[in-house]
């Protein structure tokens, strides 16, 4: 735990609405946001159990997370439901279960949710992908390729095989499946897990309109599988994850499709690395966190020469 600025309390309490916020303690978690734990008392004698979030940096938030989470909310998703925001802190409530990886792959406790999170996550993709793409403000529809091209180069930093992977998915690229609301970051460490399985689907901030095959080679990425031999998270199979979602989505899943998605996951994601670490040697946020994530570009580029072959 992390101590809570004095500049934070007032604007917490002024948000959850109580006249003073008990048990406010800042998390640990989260390498690009500020979050607290706190429960809010009402006069009443009434307790809520609440999460705070803060983007700490200079940054124009395109699409507003809290409406994404209302219109998740809407259409069944898994999700905790807004409390307040102000368009800096987002307030919502708090989830009891496991975000860690390591715990959620490994742990006695979550024994009996391992083999059916595949096909929960599936059929919470397939909810994703029926929210109505007018239903949160502001979606863009992203073109992945030049976008990660643009940012790569950006860099002025020699990467063969970013390069090489790049080829790969401009000459092998699929017709899309269809257009639809996209997480953008759905992913294990983005998942609250219980004993019984998903509770909730956490991180919309990279929310956008595209194809919804993304969302399951992202799944799929071996960055997600945190040193556990199972392609979907660490914890399932390709085959409990795709069955469940053509069950609740009514789409036919290609598992080649899937897979020119988890190529350019893996790109991304190492071009993500980079970028986290420039914003640490920049000074723009220091972290050793941030640092360390740039250490793992390697990881990405022995992946990406593994999946191209």
Not at 56 to 73: G, I, Q
Request: proline share 6%; glycine share 10%.
């Amino acid at each position: 735990m992390v101590a809570v600025s004095g500049a934070d309390e007032p604007r917490i309490a002024a948000l959850v609405g109580a006249a003073r916020p008990e048990n406010l303690r800042r998390l640990s978690a989260g390498a690009s946001r500020q979050t607290w734990s706190v429960d809010a008392a009402a006069d009443d004698g009434t307790v809520q159990h609440l999460i705070v979030r803060r983007d700490p940096r200079e940054t124009e938030v395109m699409v507003p997370e809290a409406d994404a989470l209302r219109a998740a909310d809407a259409a069944g998703v898994p999700v905790p439901r807004v409390i307040a925001d102000d368009g800096e802190y987002l307030v919502v409530e708090r989830i009891e279960g496991e975000t860690i990886p390591r715990k959620i792959l490994r742990d006695d406790e979550f024994s009996v949710a391992r083999p059916i999170l595949a096909a929960q996550c599936g059929e919470a993709l397939a909810r994703i992908h029926a929210i109505p793409v007018d239903a949160v403000p502001g979606l863009e529809r992203q073109d992945p390729l030049p976008t990660w091209r643009t940012m790569l180069d950006g860099f002025g930093q020699p990467h063969p095989t970013f390069e090489l992977a790049l080829r790969w998915l401009a000459d092998n690229s699929p017709p899309a499946v269809g257009t639809a609301v996209v997480h953008g970051d759905f992913r294990n460490g983005n998942l609250i897990v219980g004993p019984d399985g998903l509770r909730a689907v956490l991180d919309w901030e990279l929310v956008h309109i595209g194809d919804p095959m993304e969302d399951l080679g992202w799944l799929c990425v071996k960055a997600w599988r945190f040193g556990v031999d199972k392609p979907v998270g660490g914890f399932g199979d390709y085959d409990d994850l795709f069955r469940a979602y053509e069950r609740a989505s009514g789409l036919s899943v290609d598992q080649g499709v899937v897979r020119w998605w988890e190529v350019l996951g893996t790109l991304k994601w190492g071009v993500m690395c980079i970028a986290q670490a420039f914003t640490h040697l920049s000074g723009t946020v220091r972290s050793v966190e941030l640092a360390a994530i740039g250490r793992r570009v390697c990881e990405n580029e022995w992946d990406l020469l593994d999946l191209i072959g």
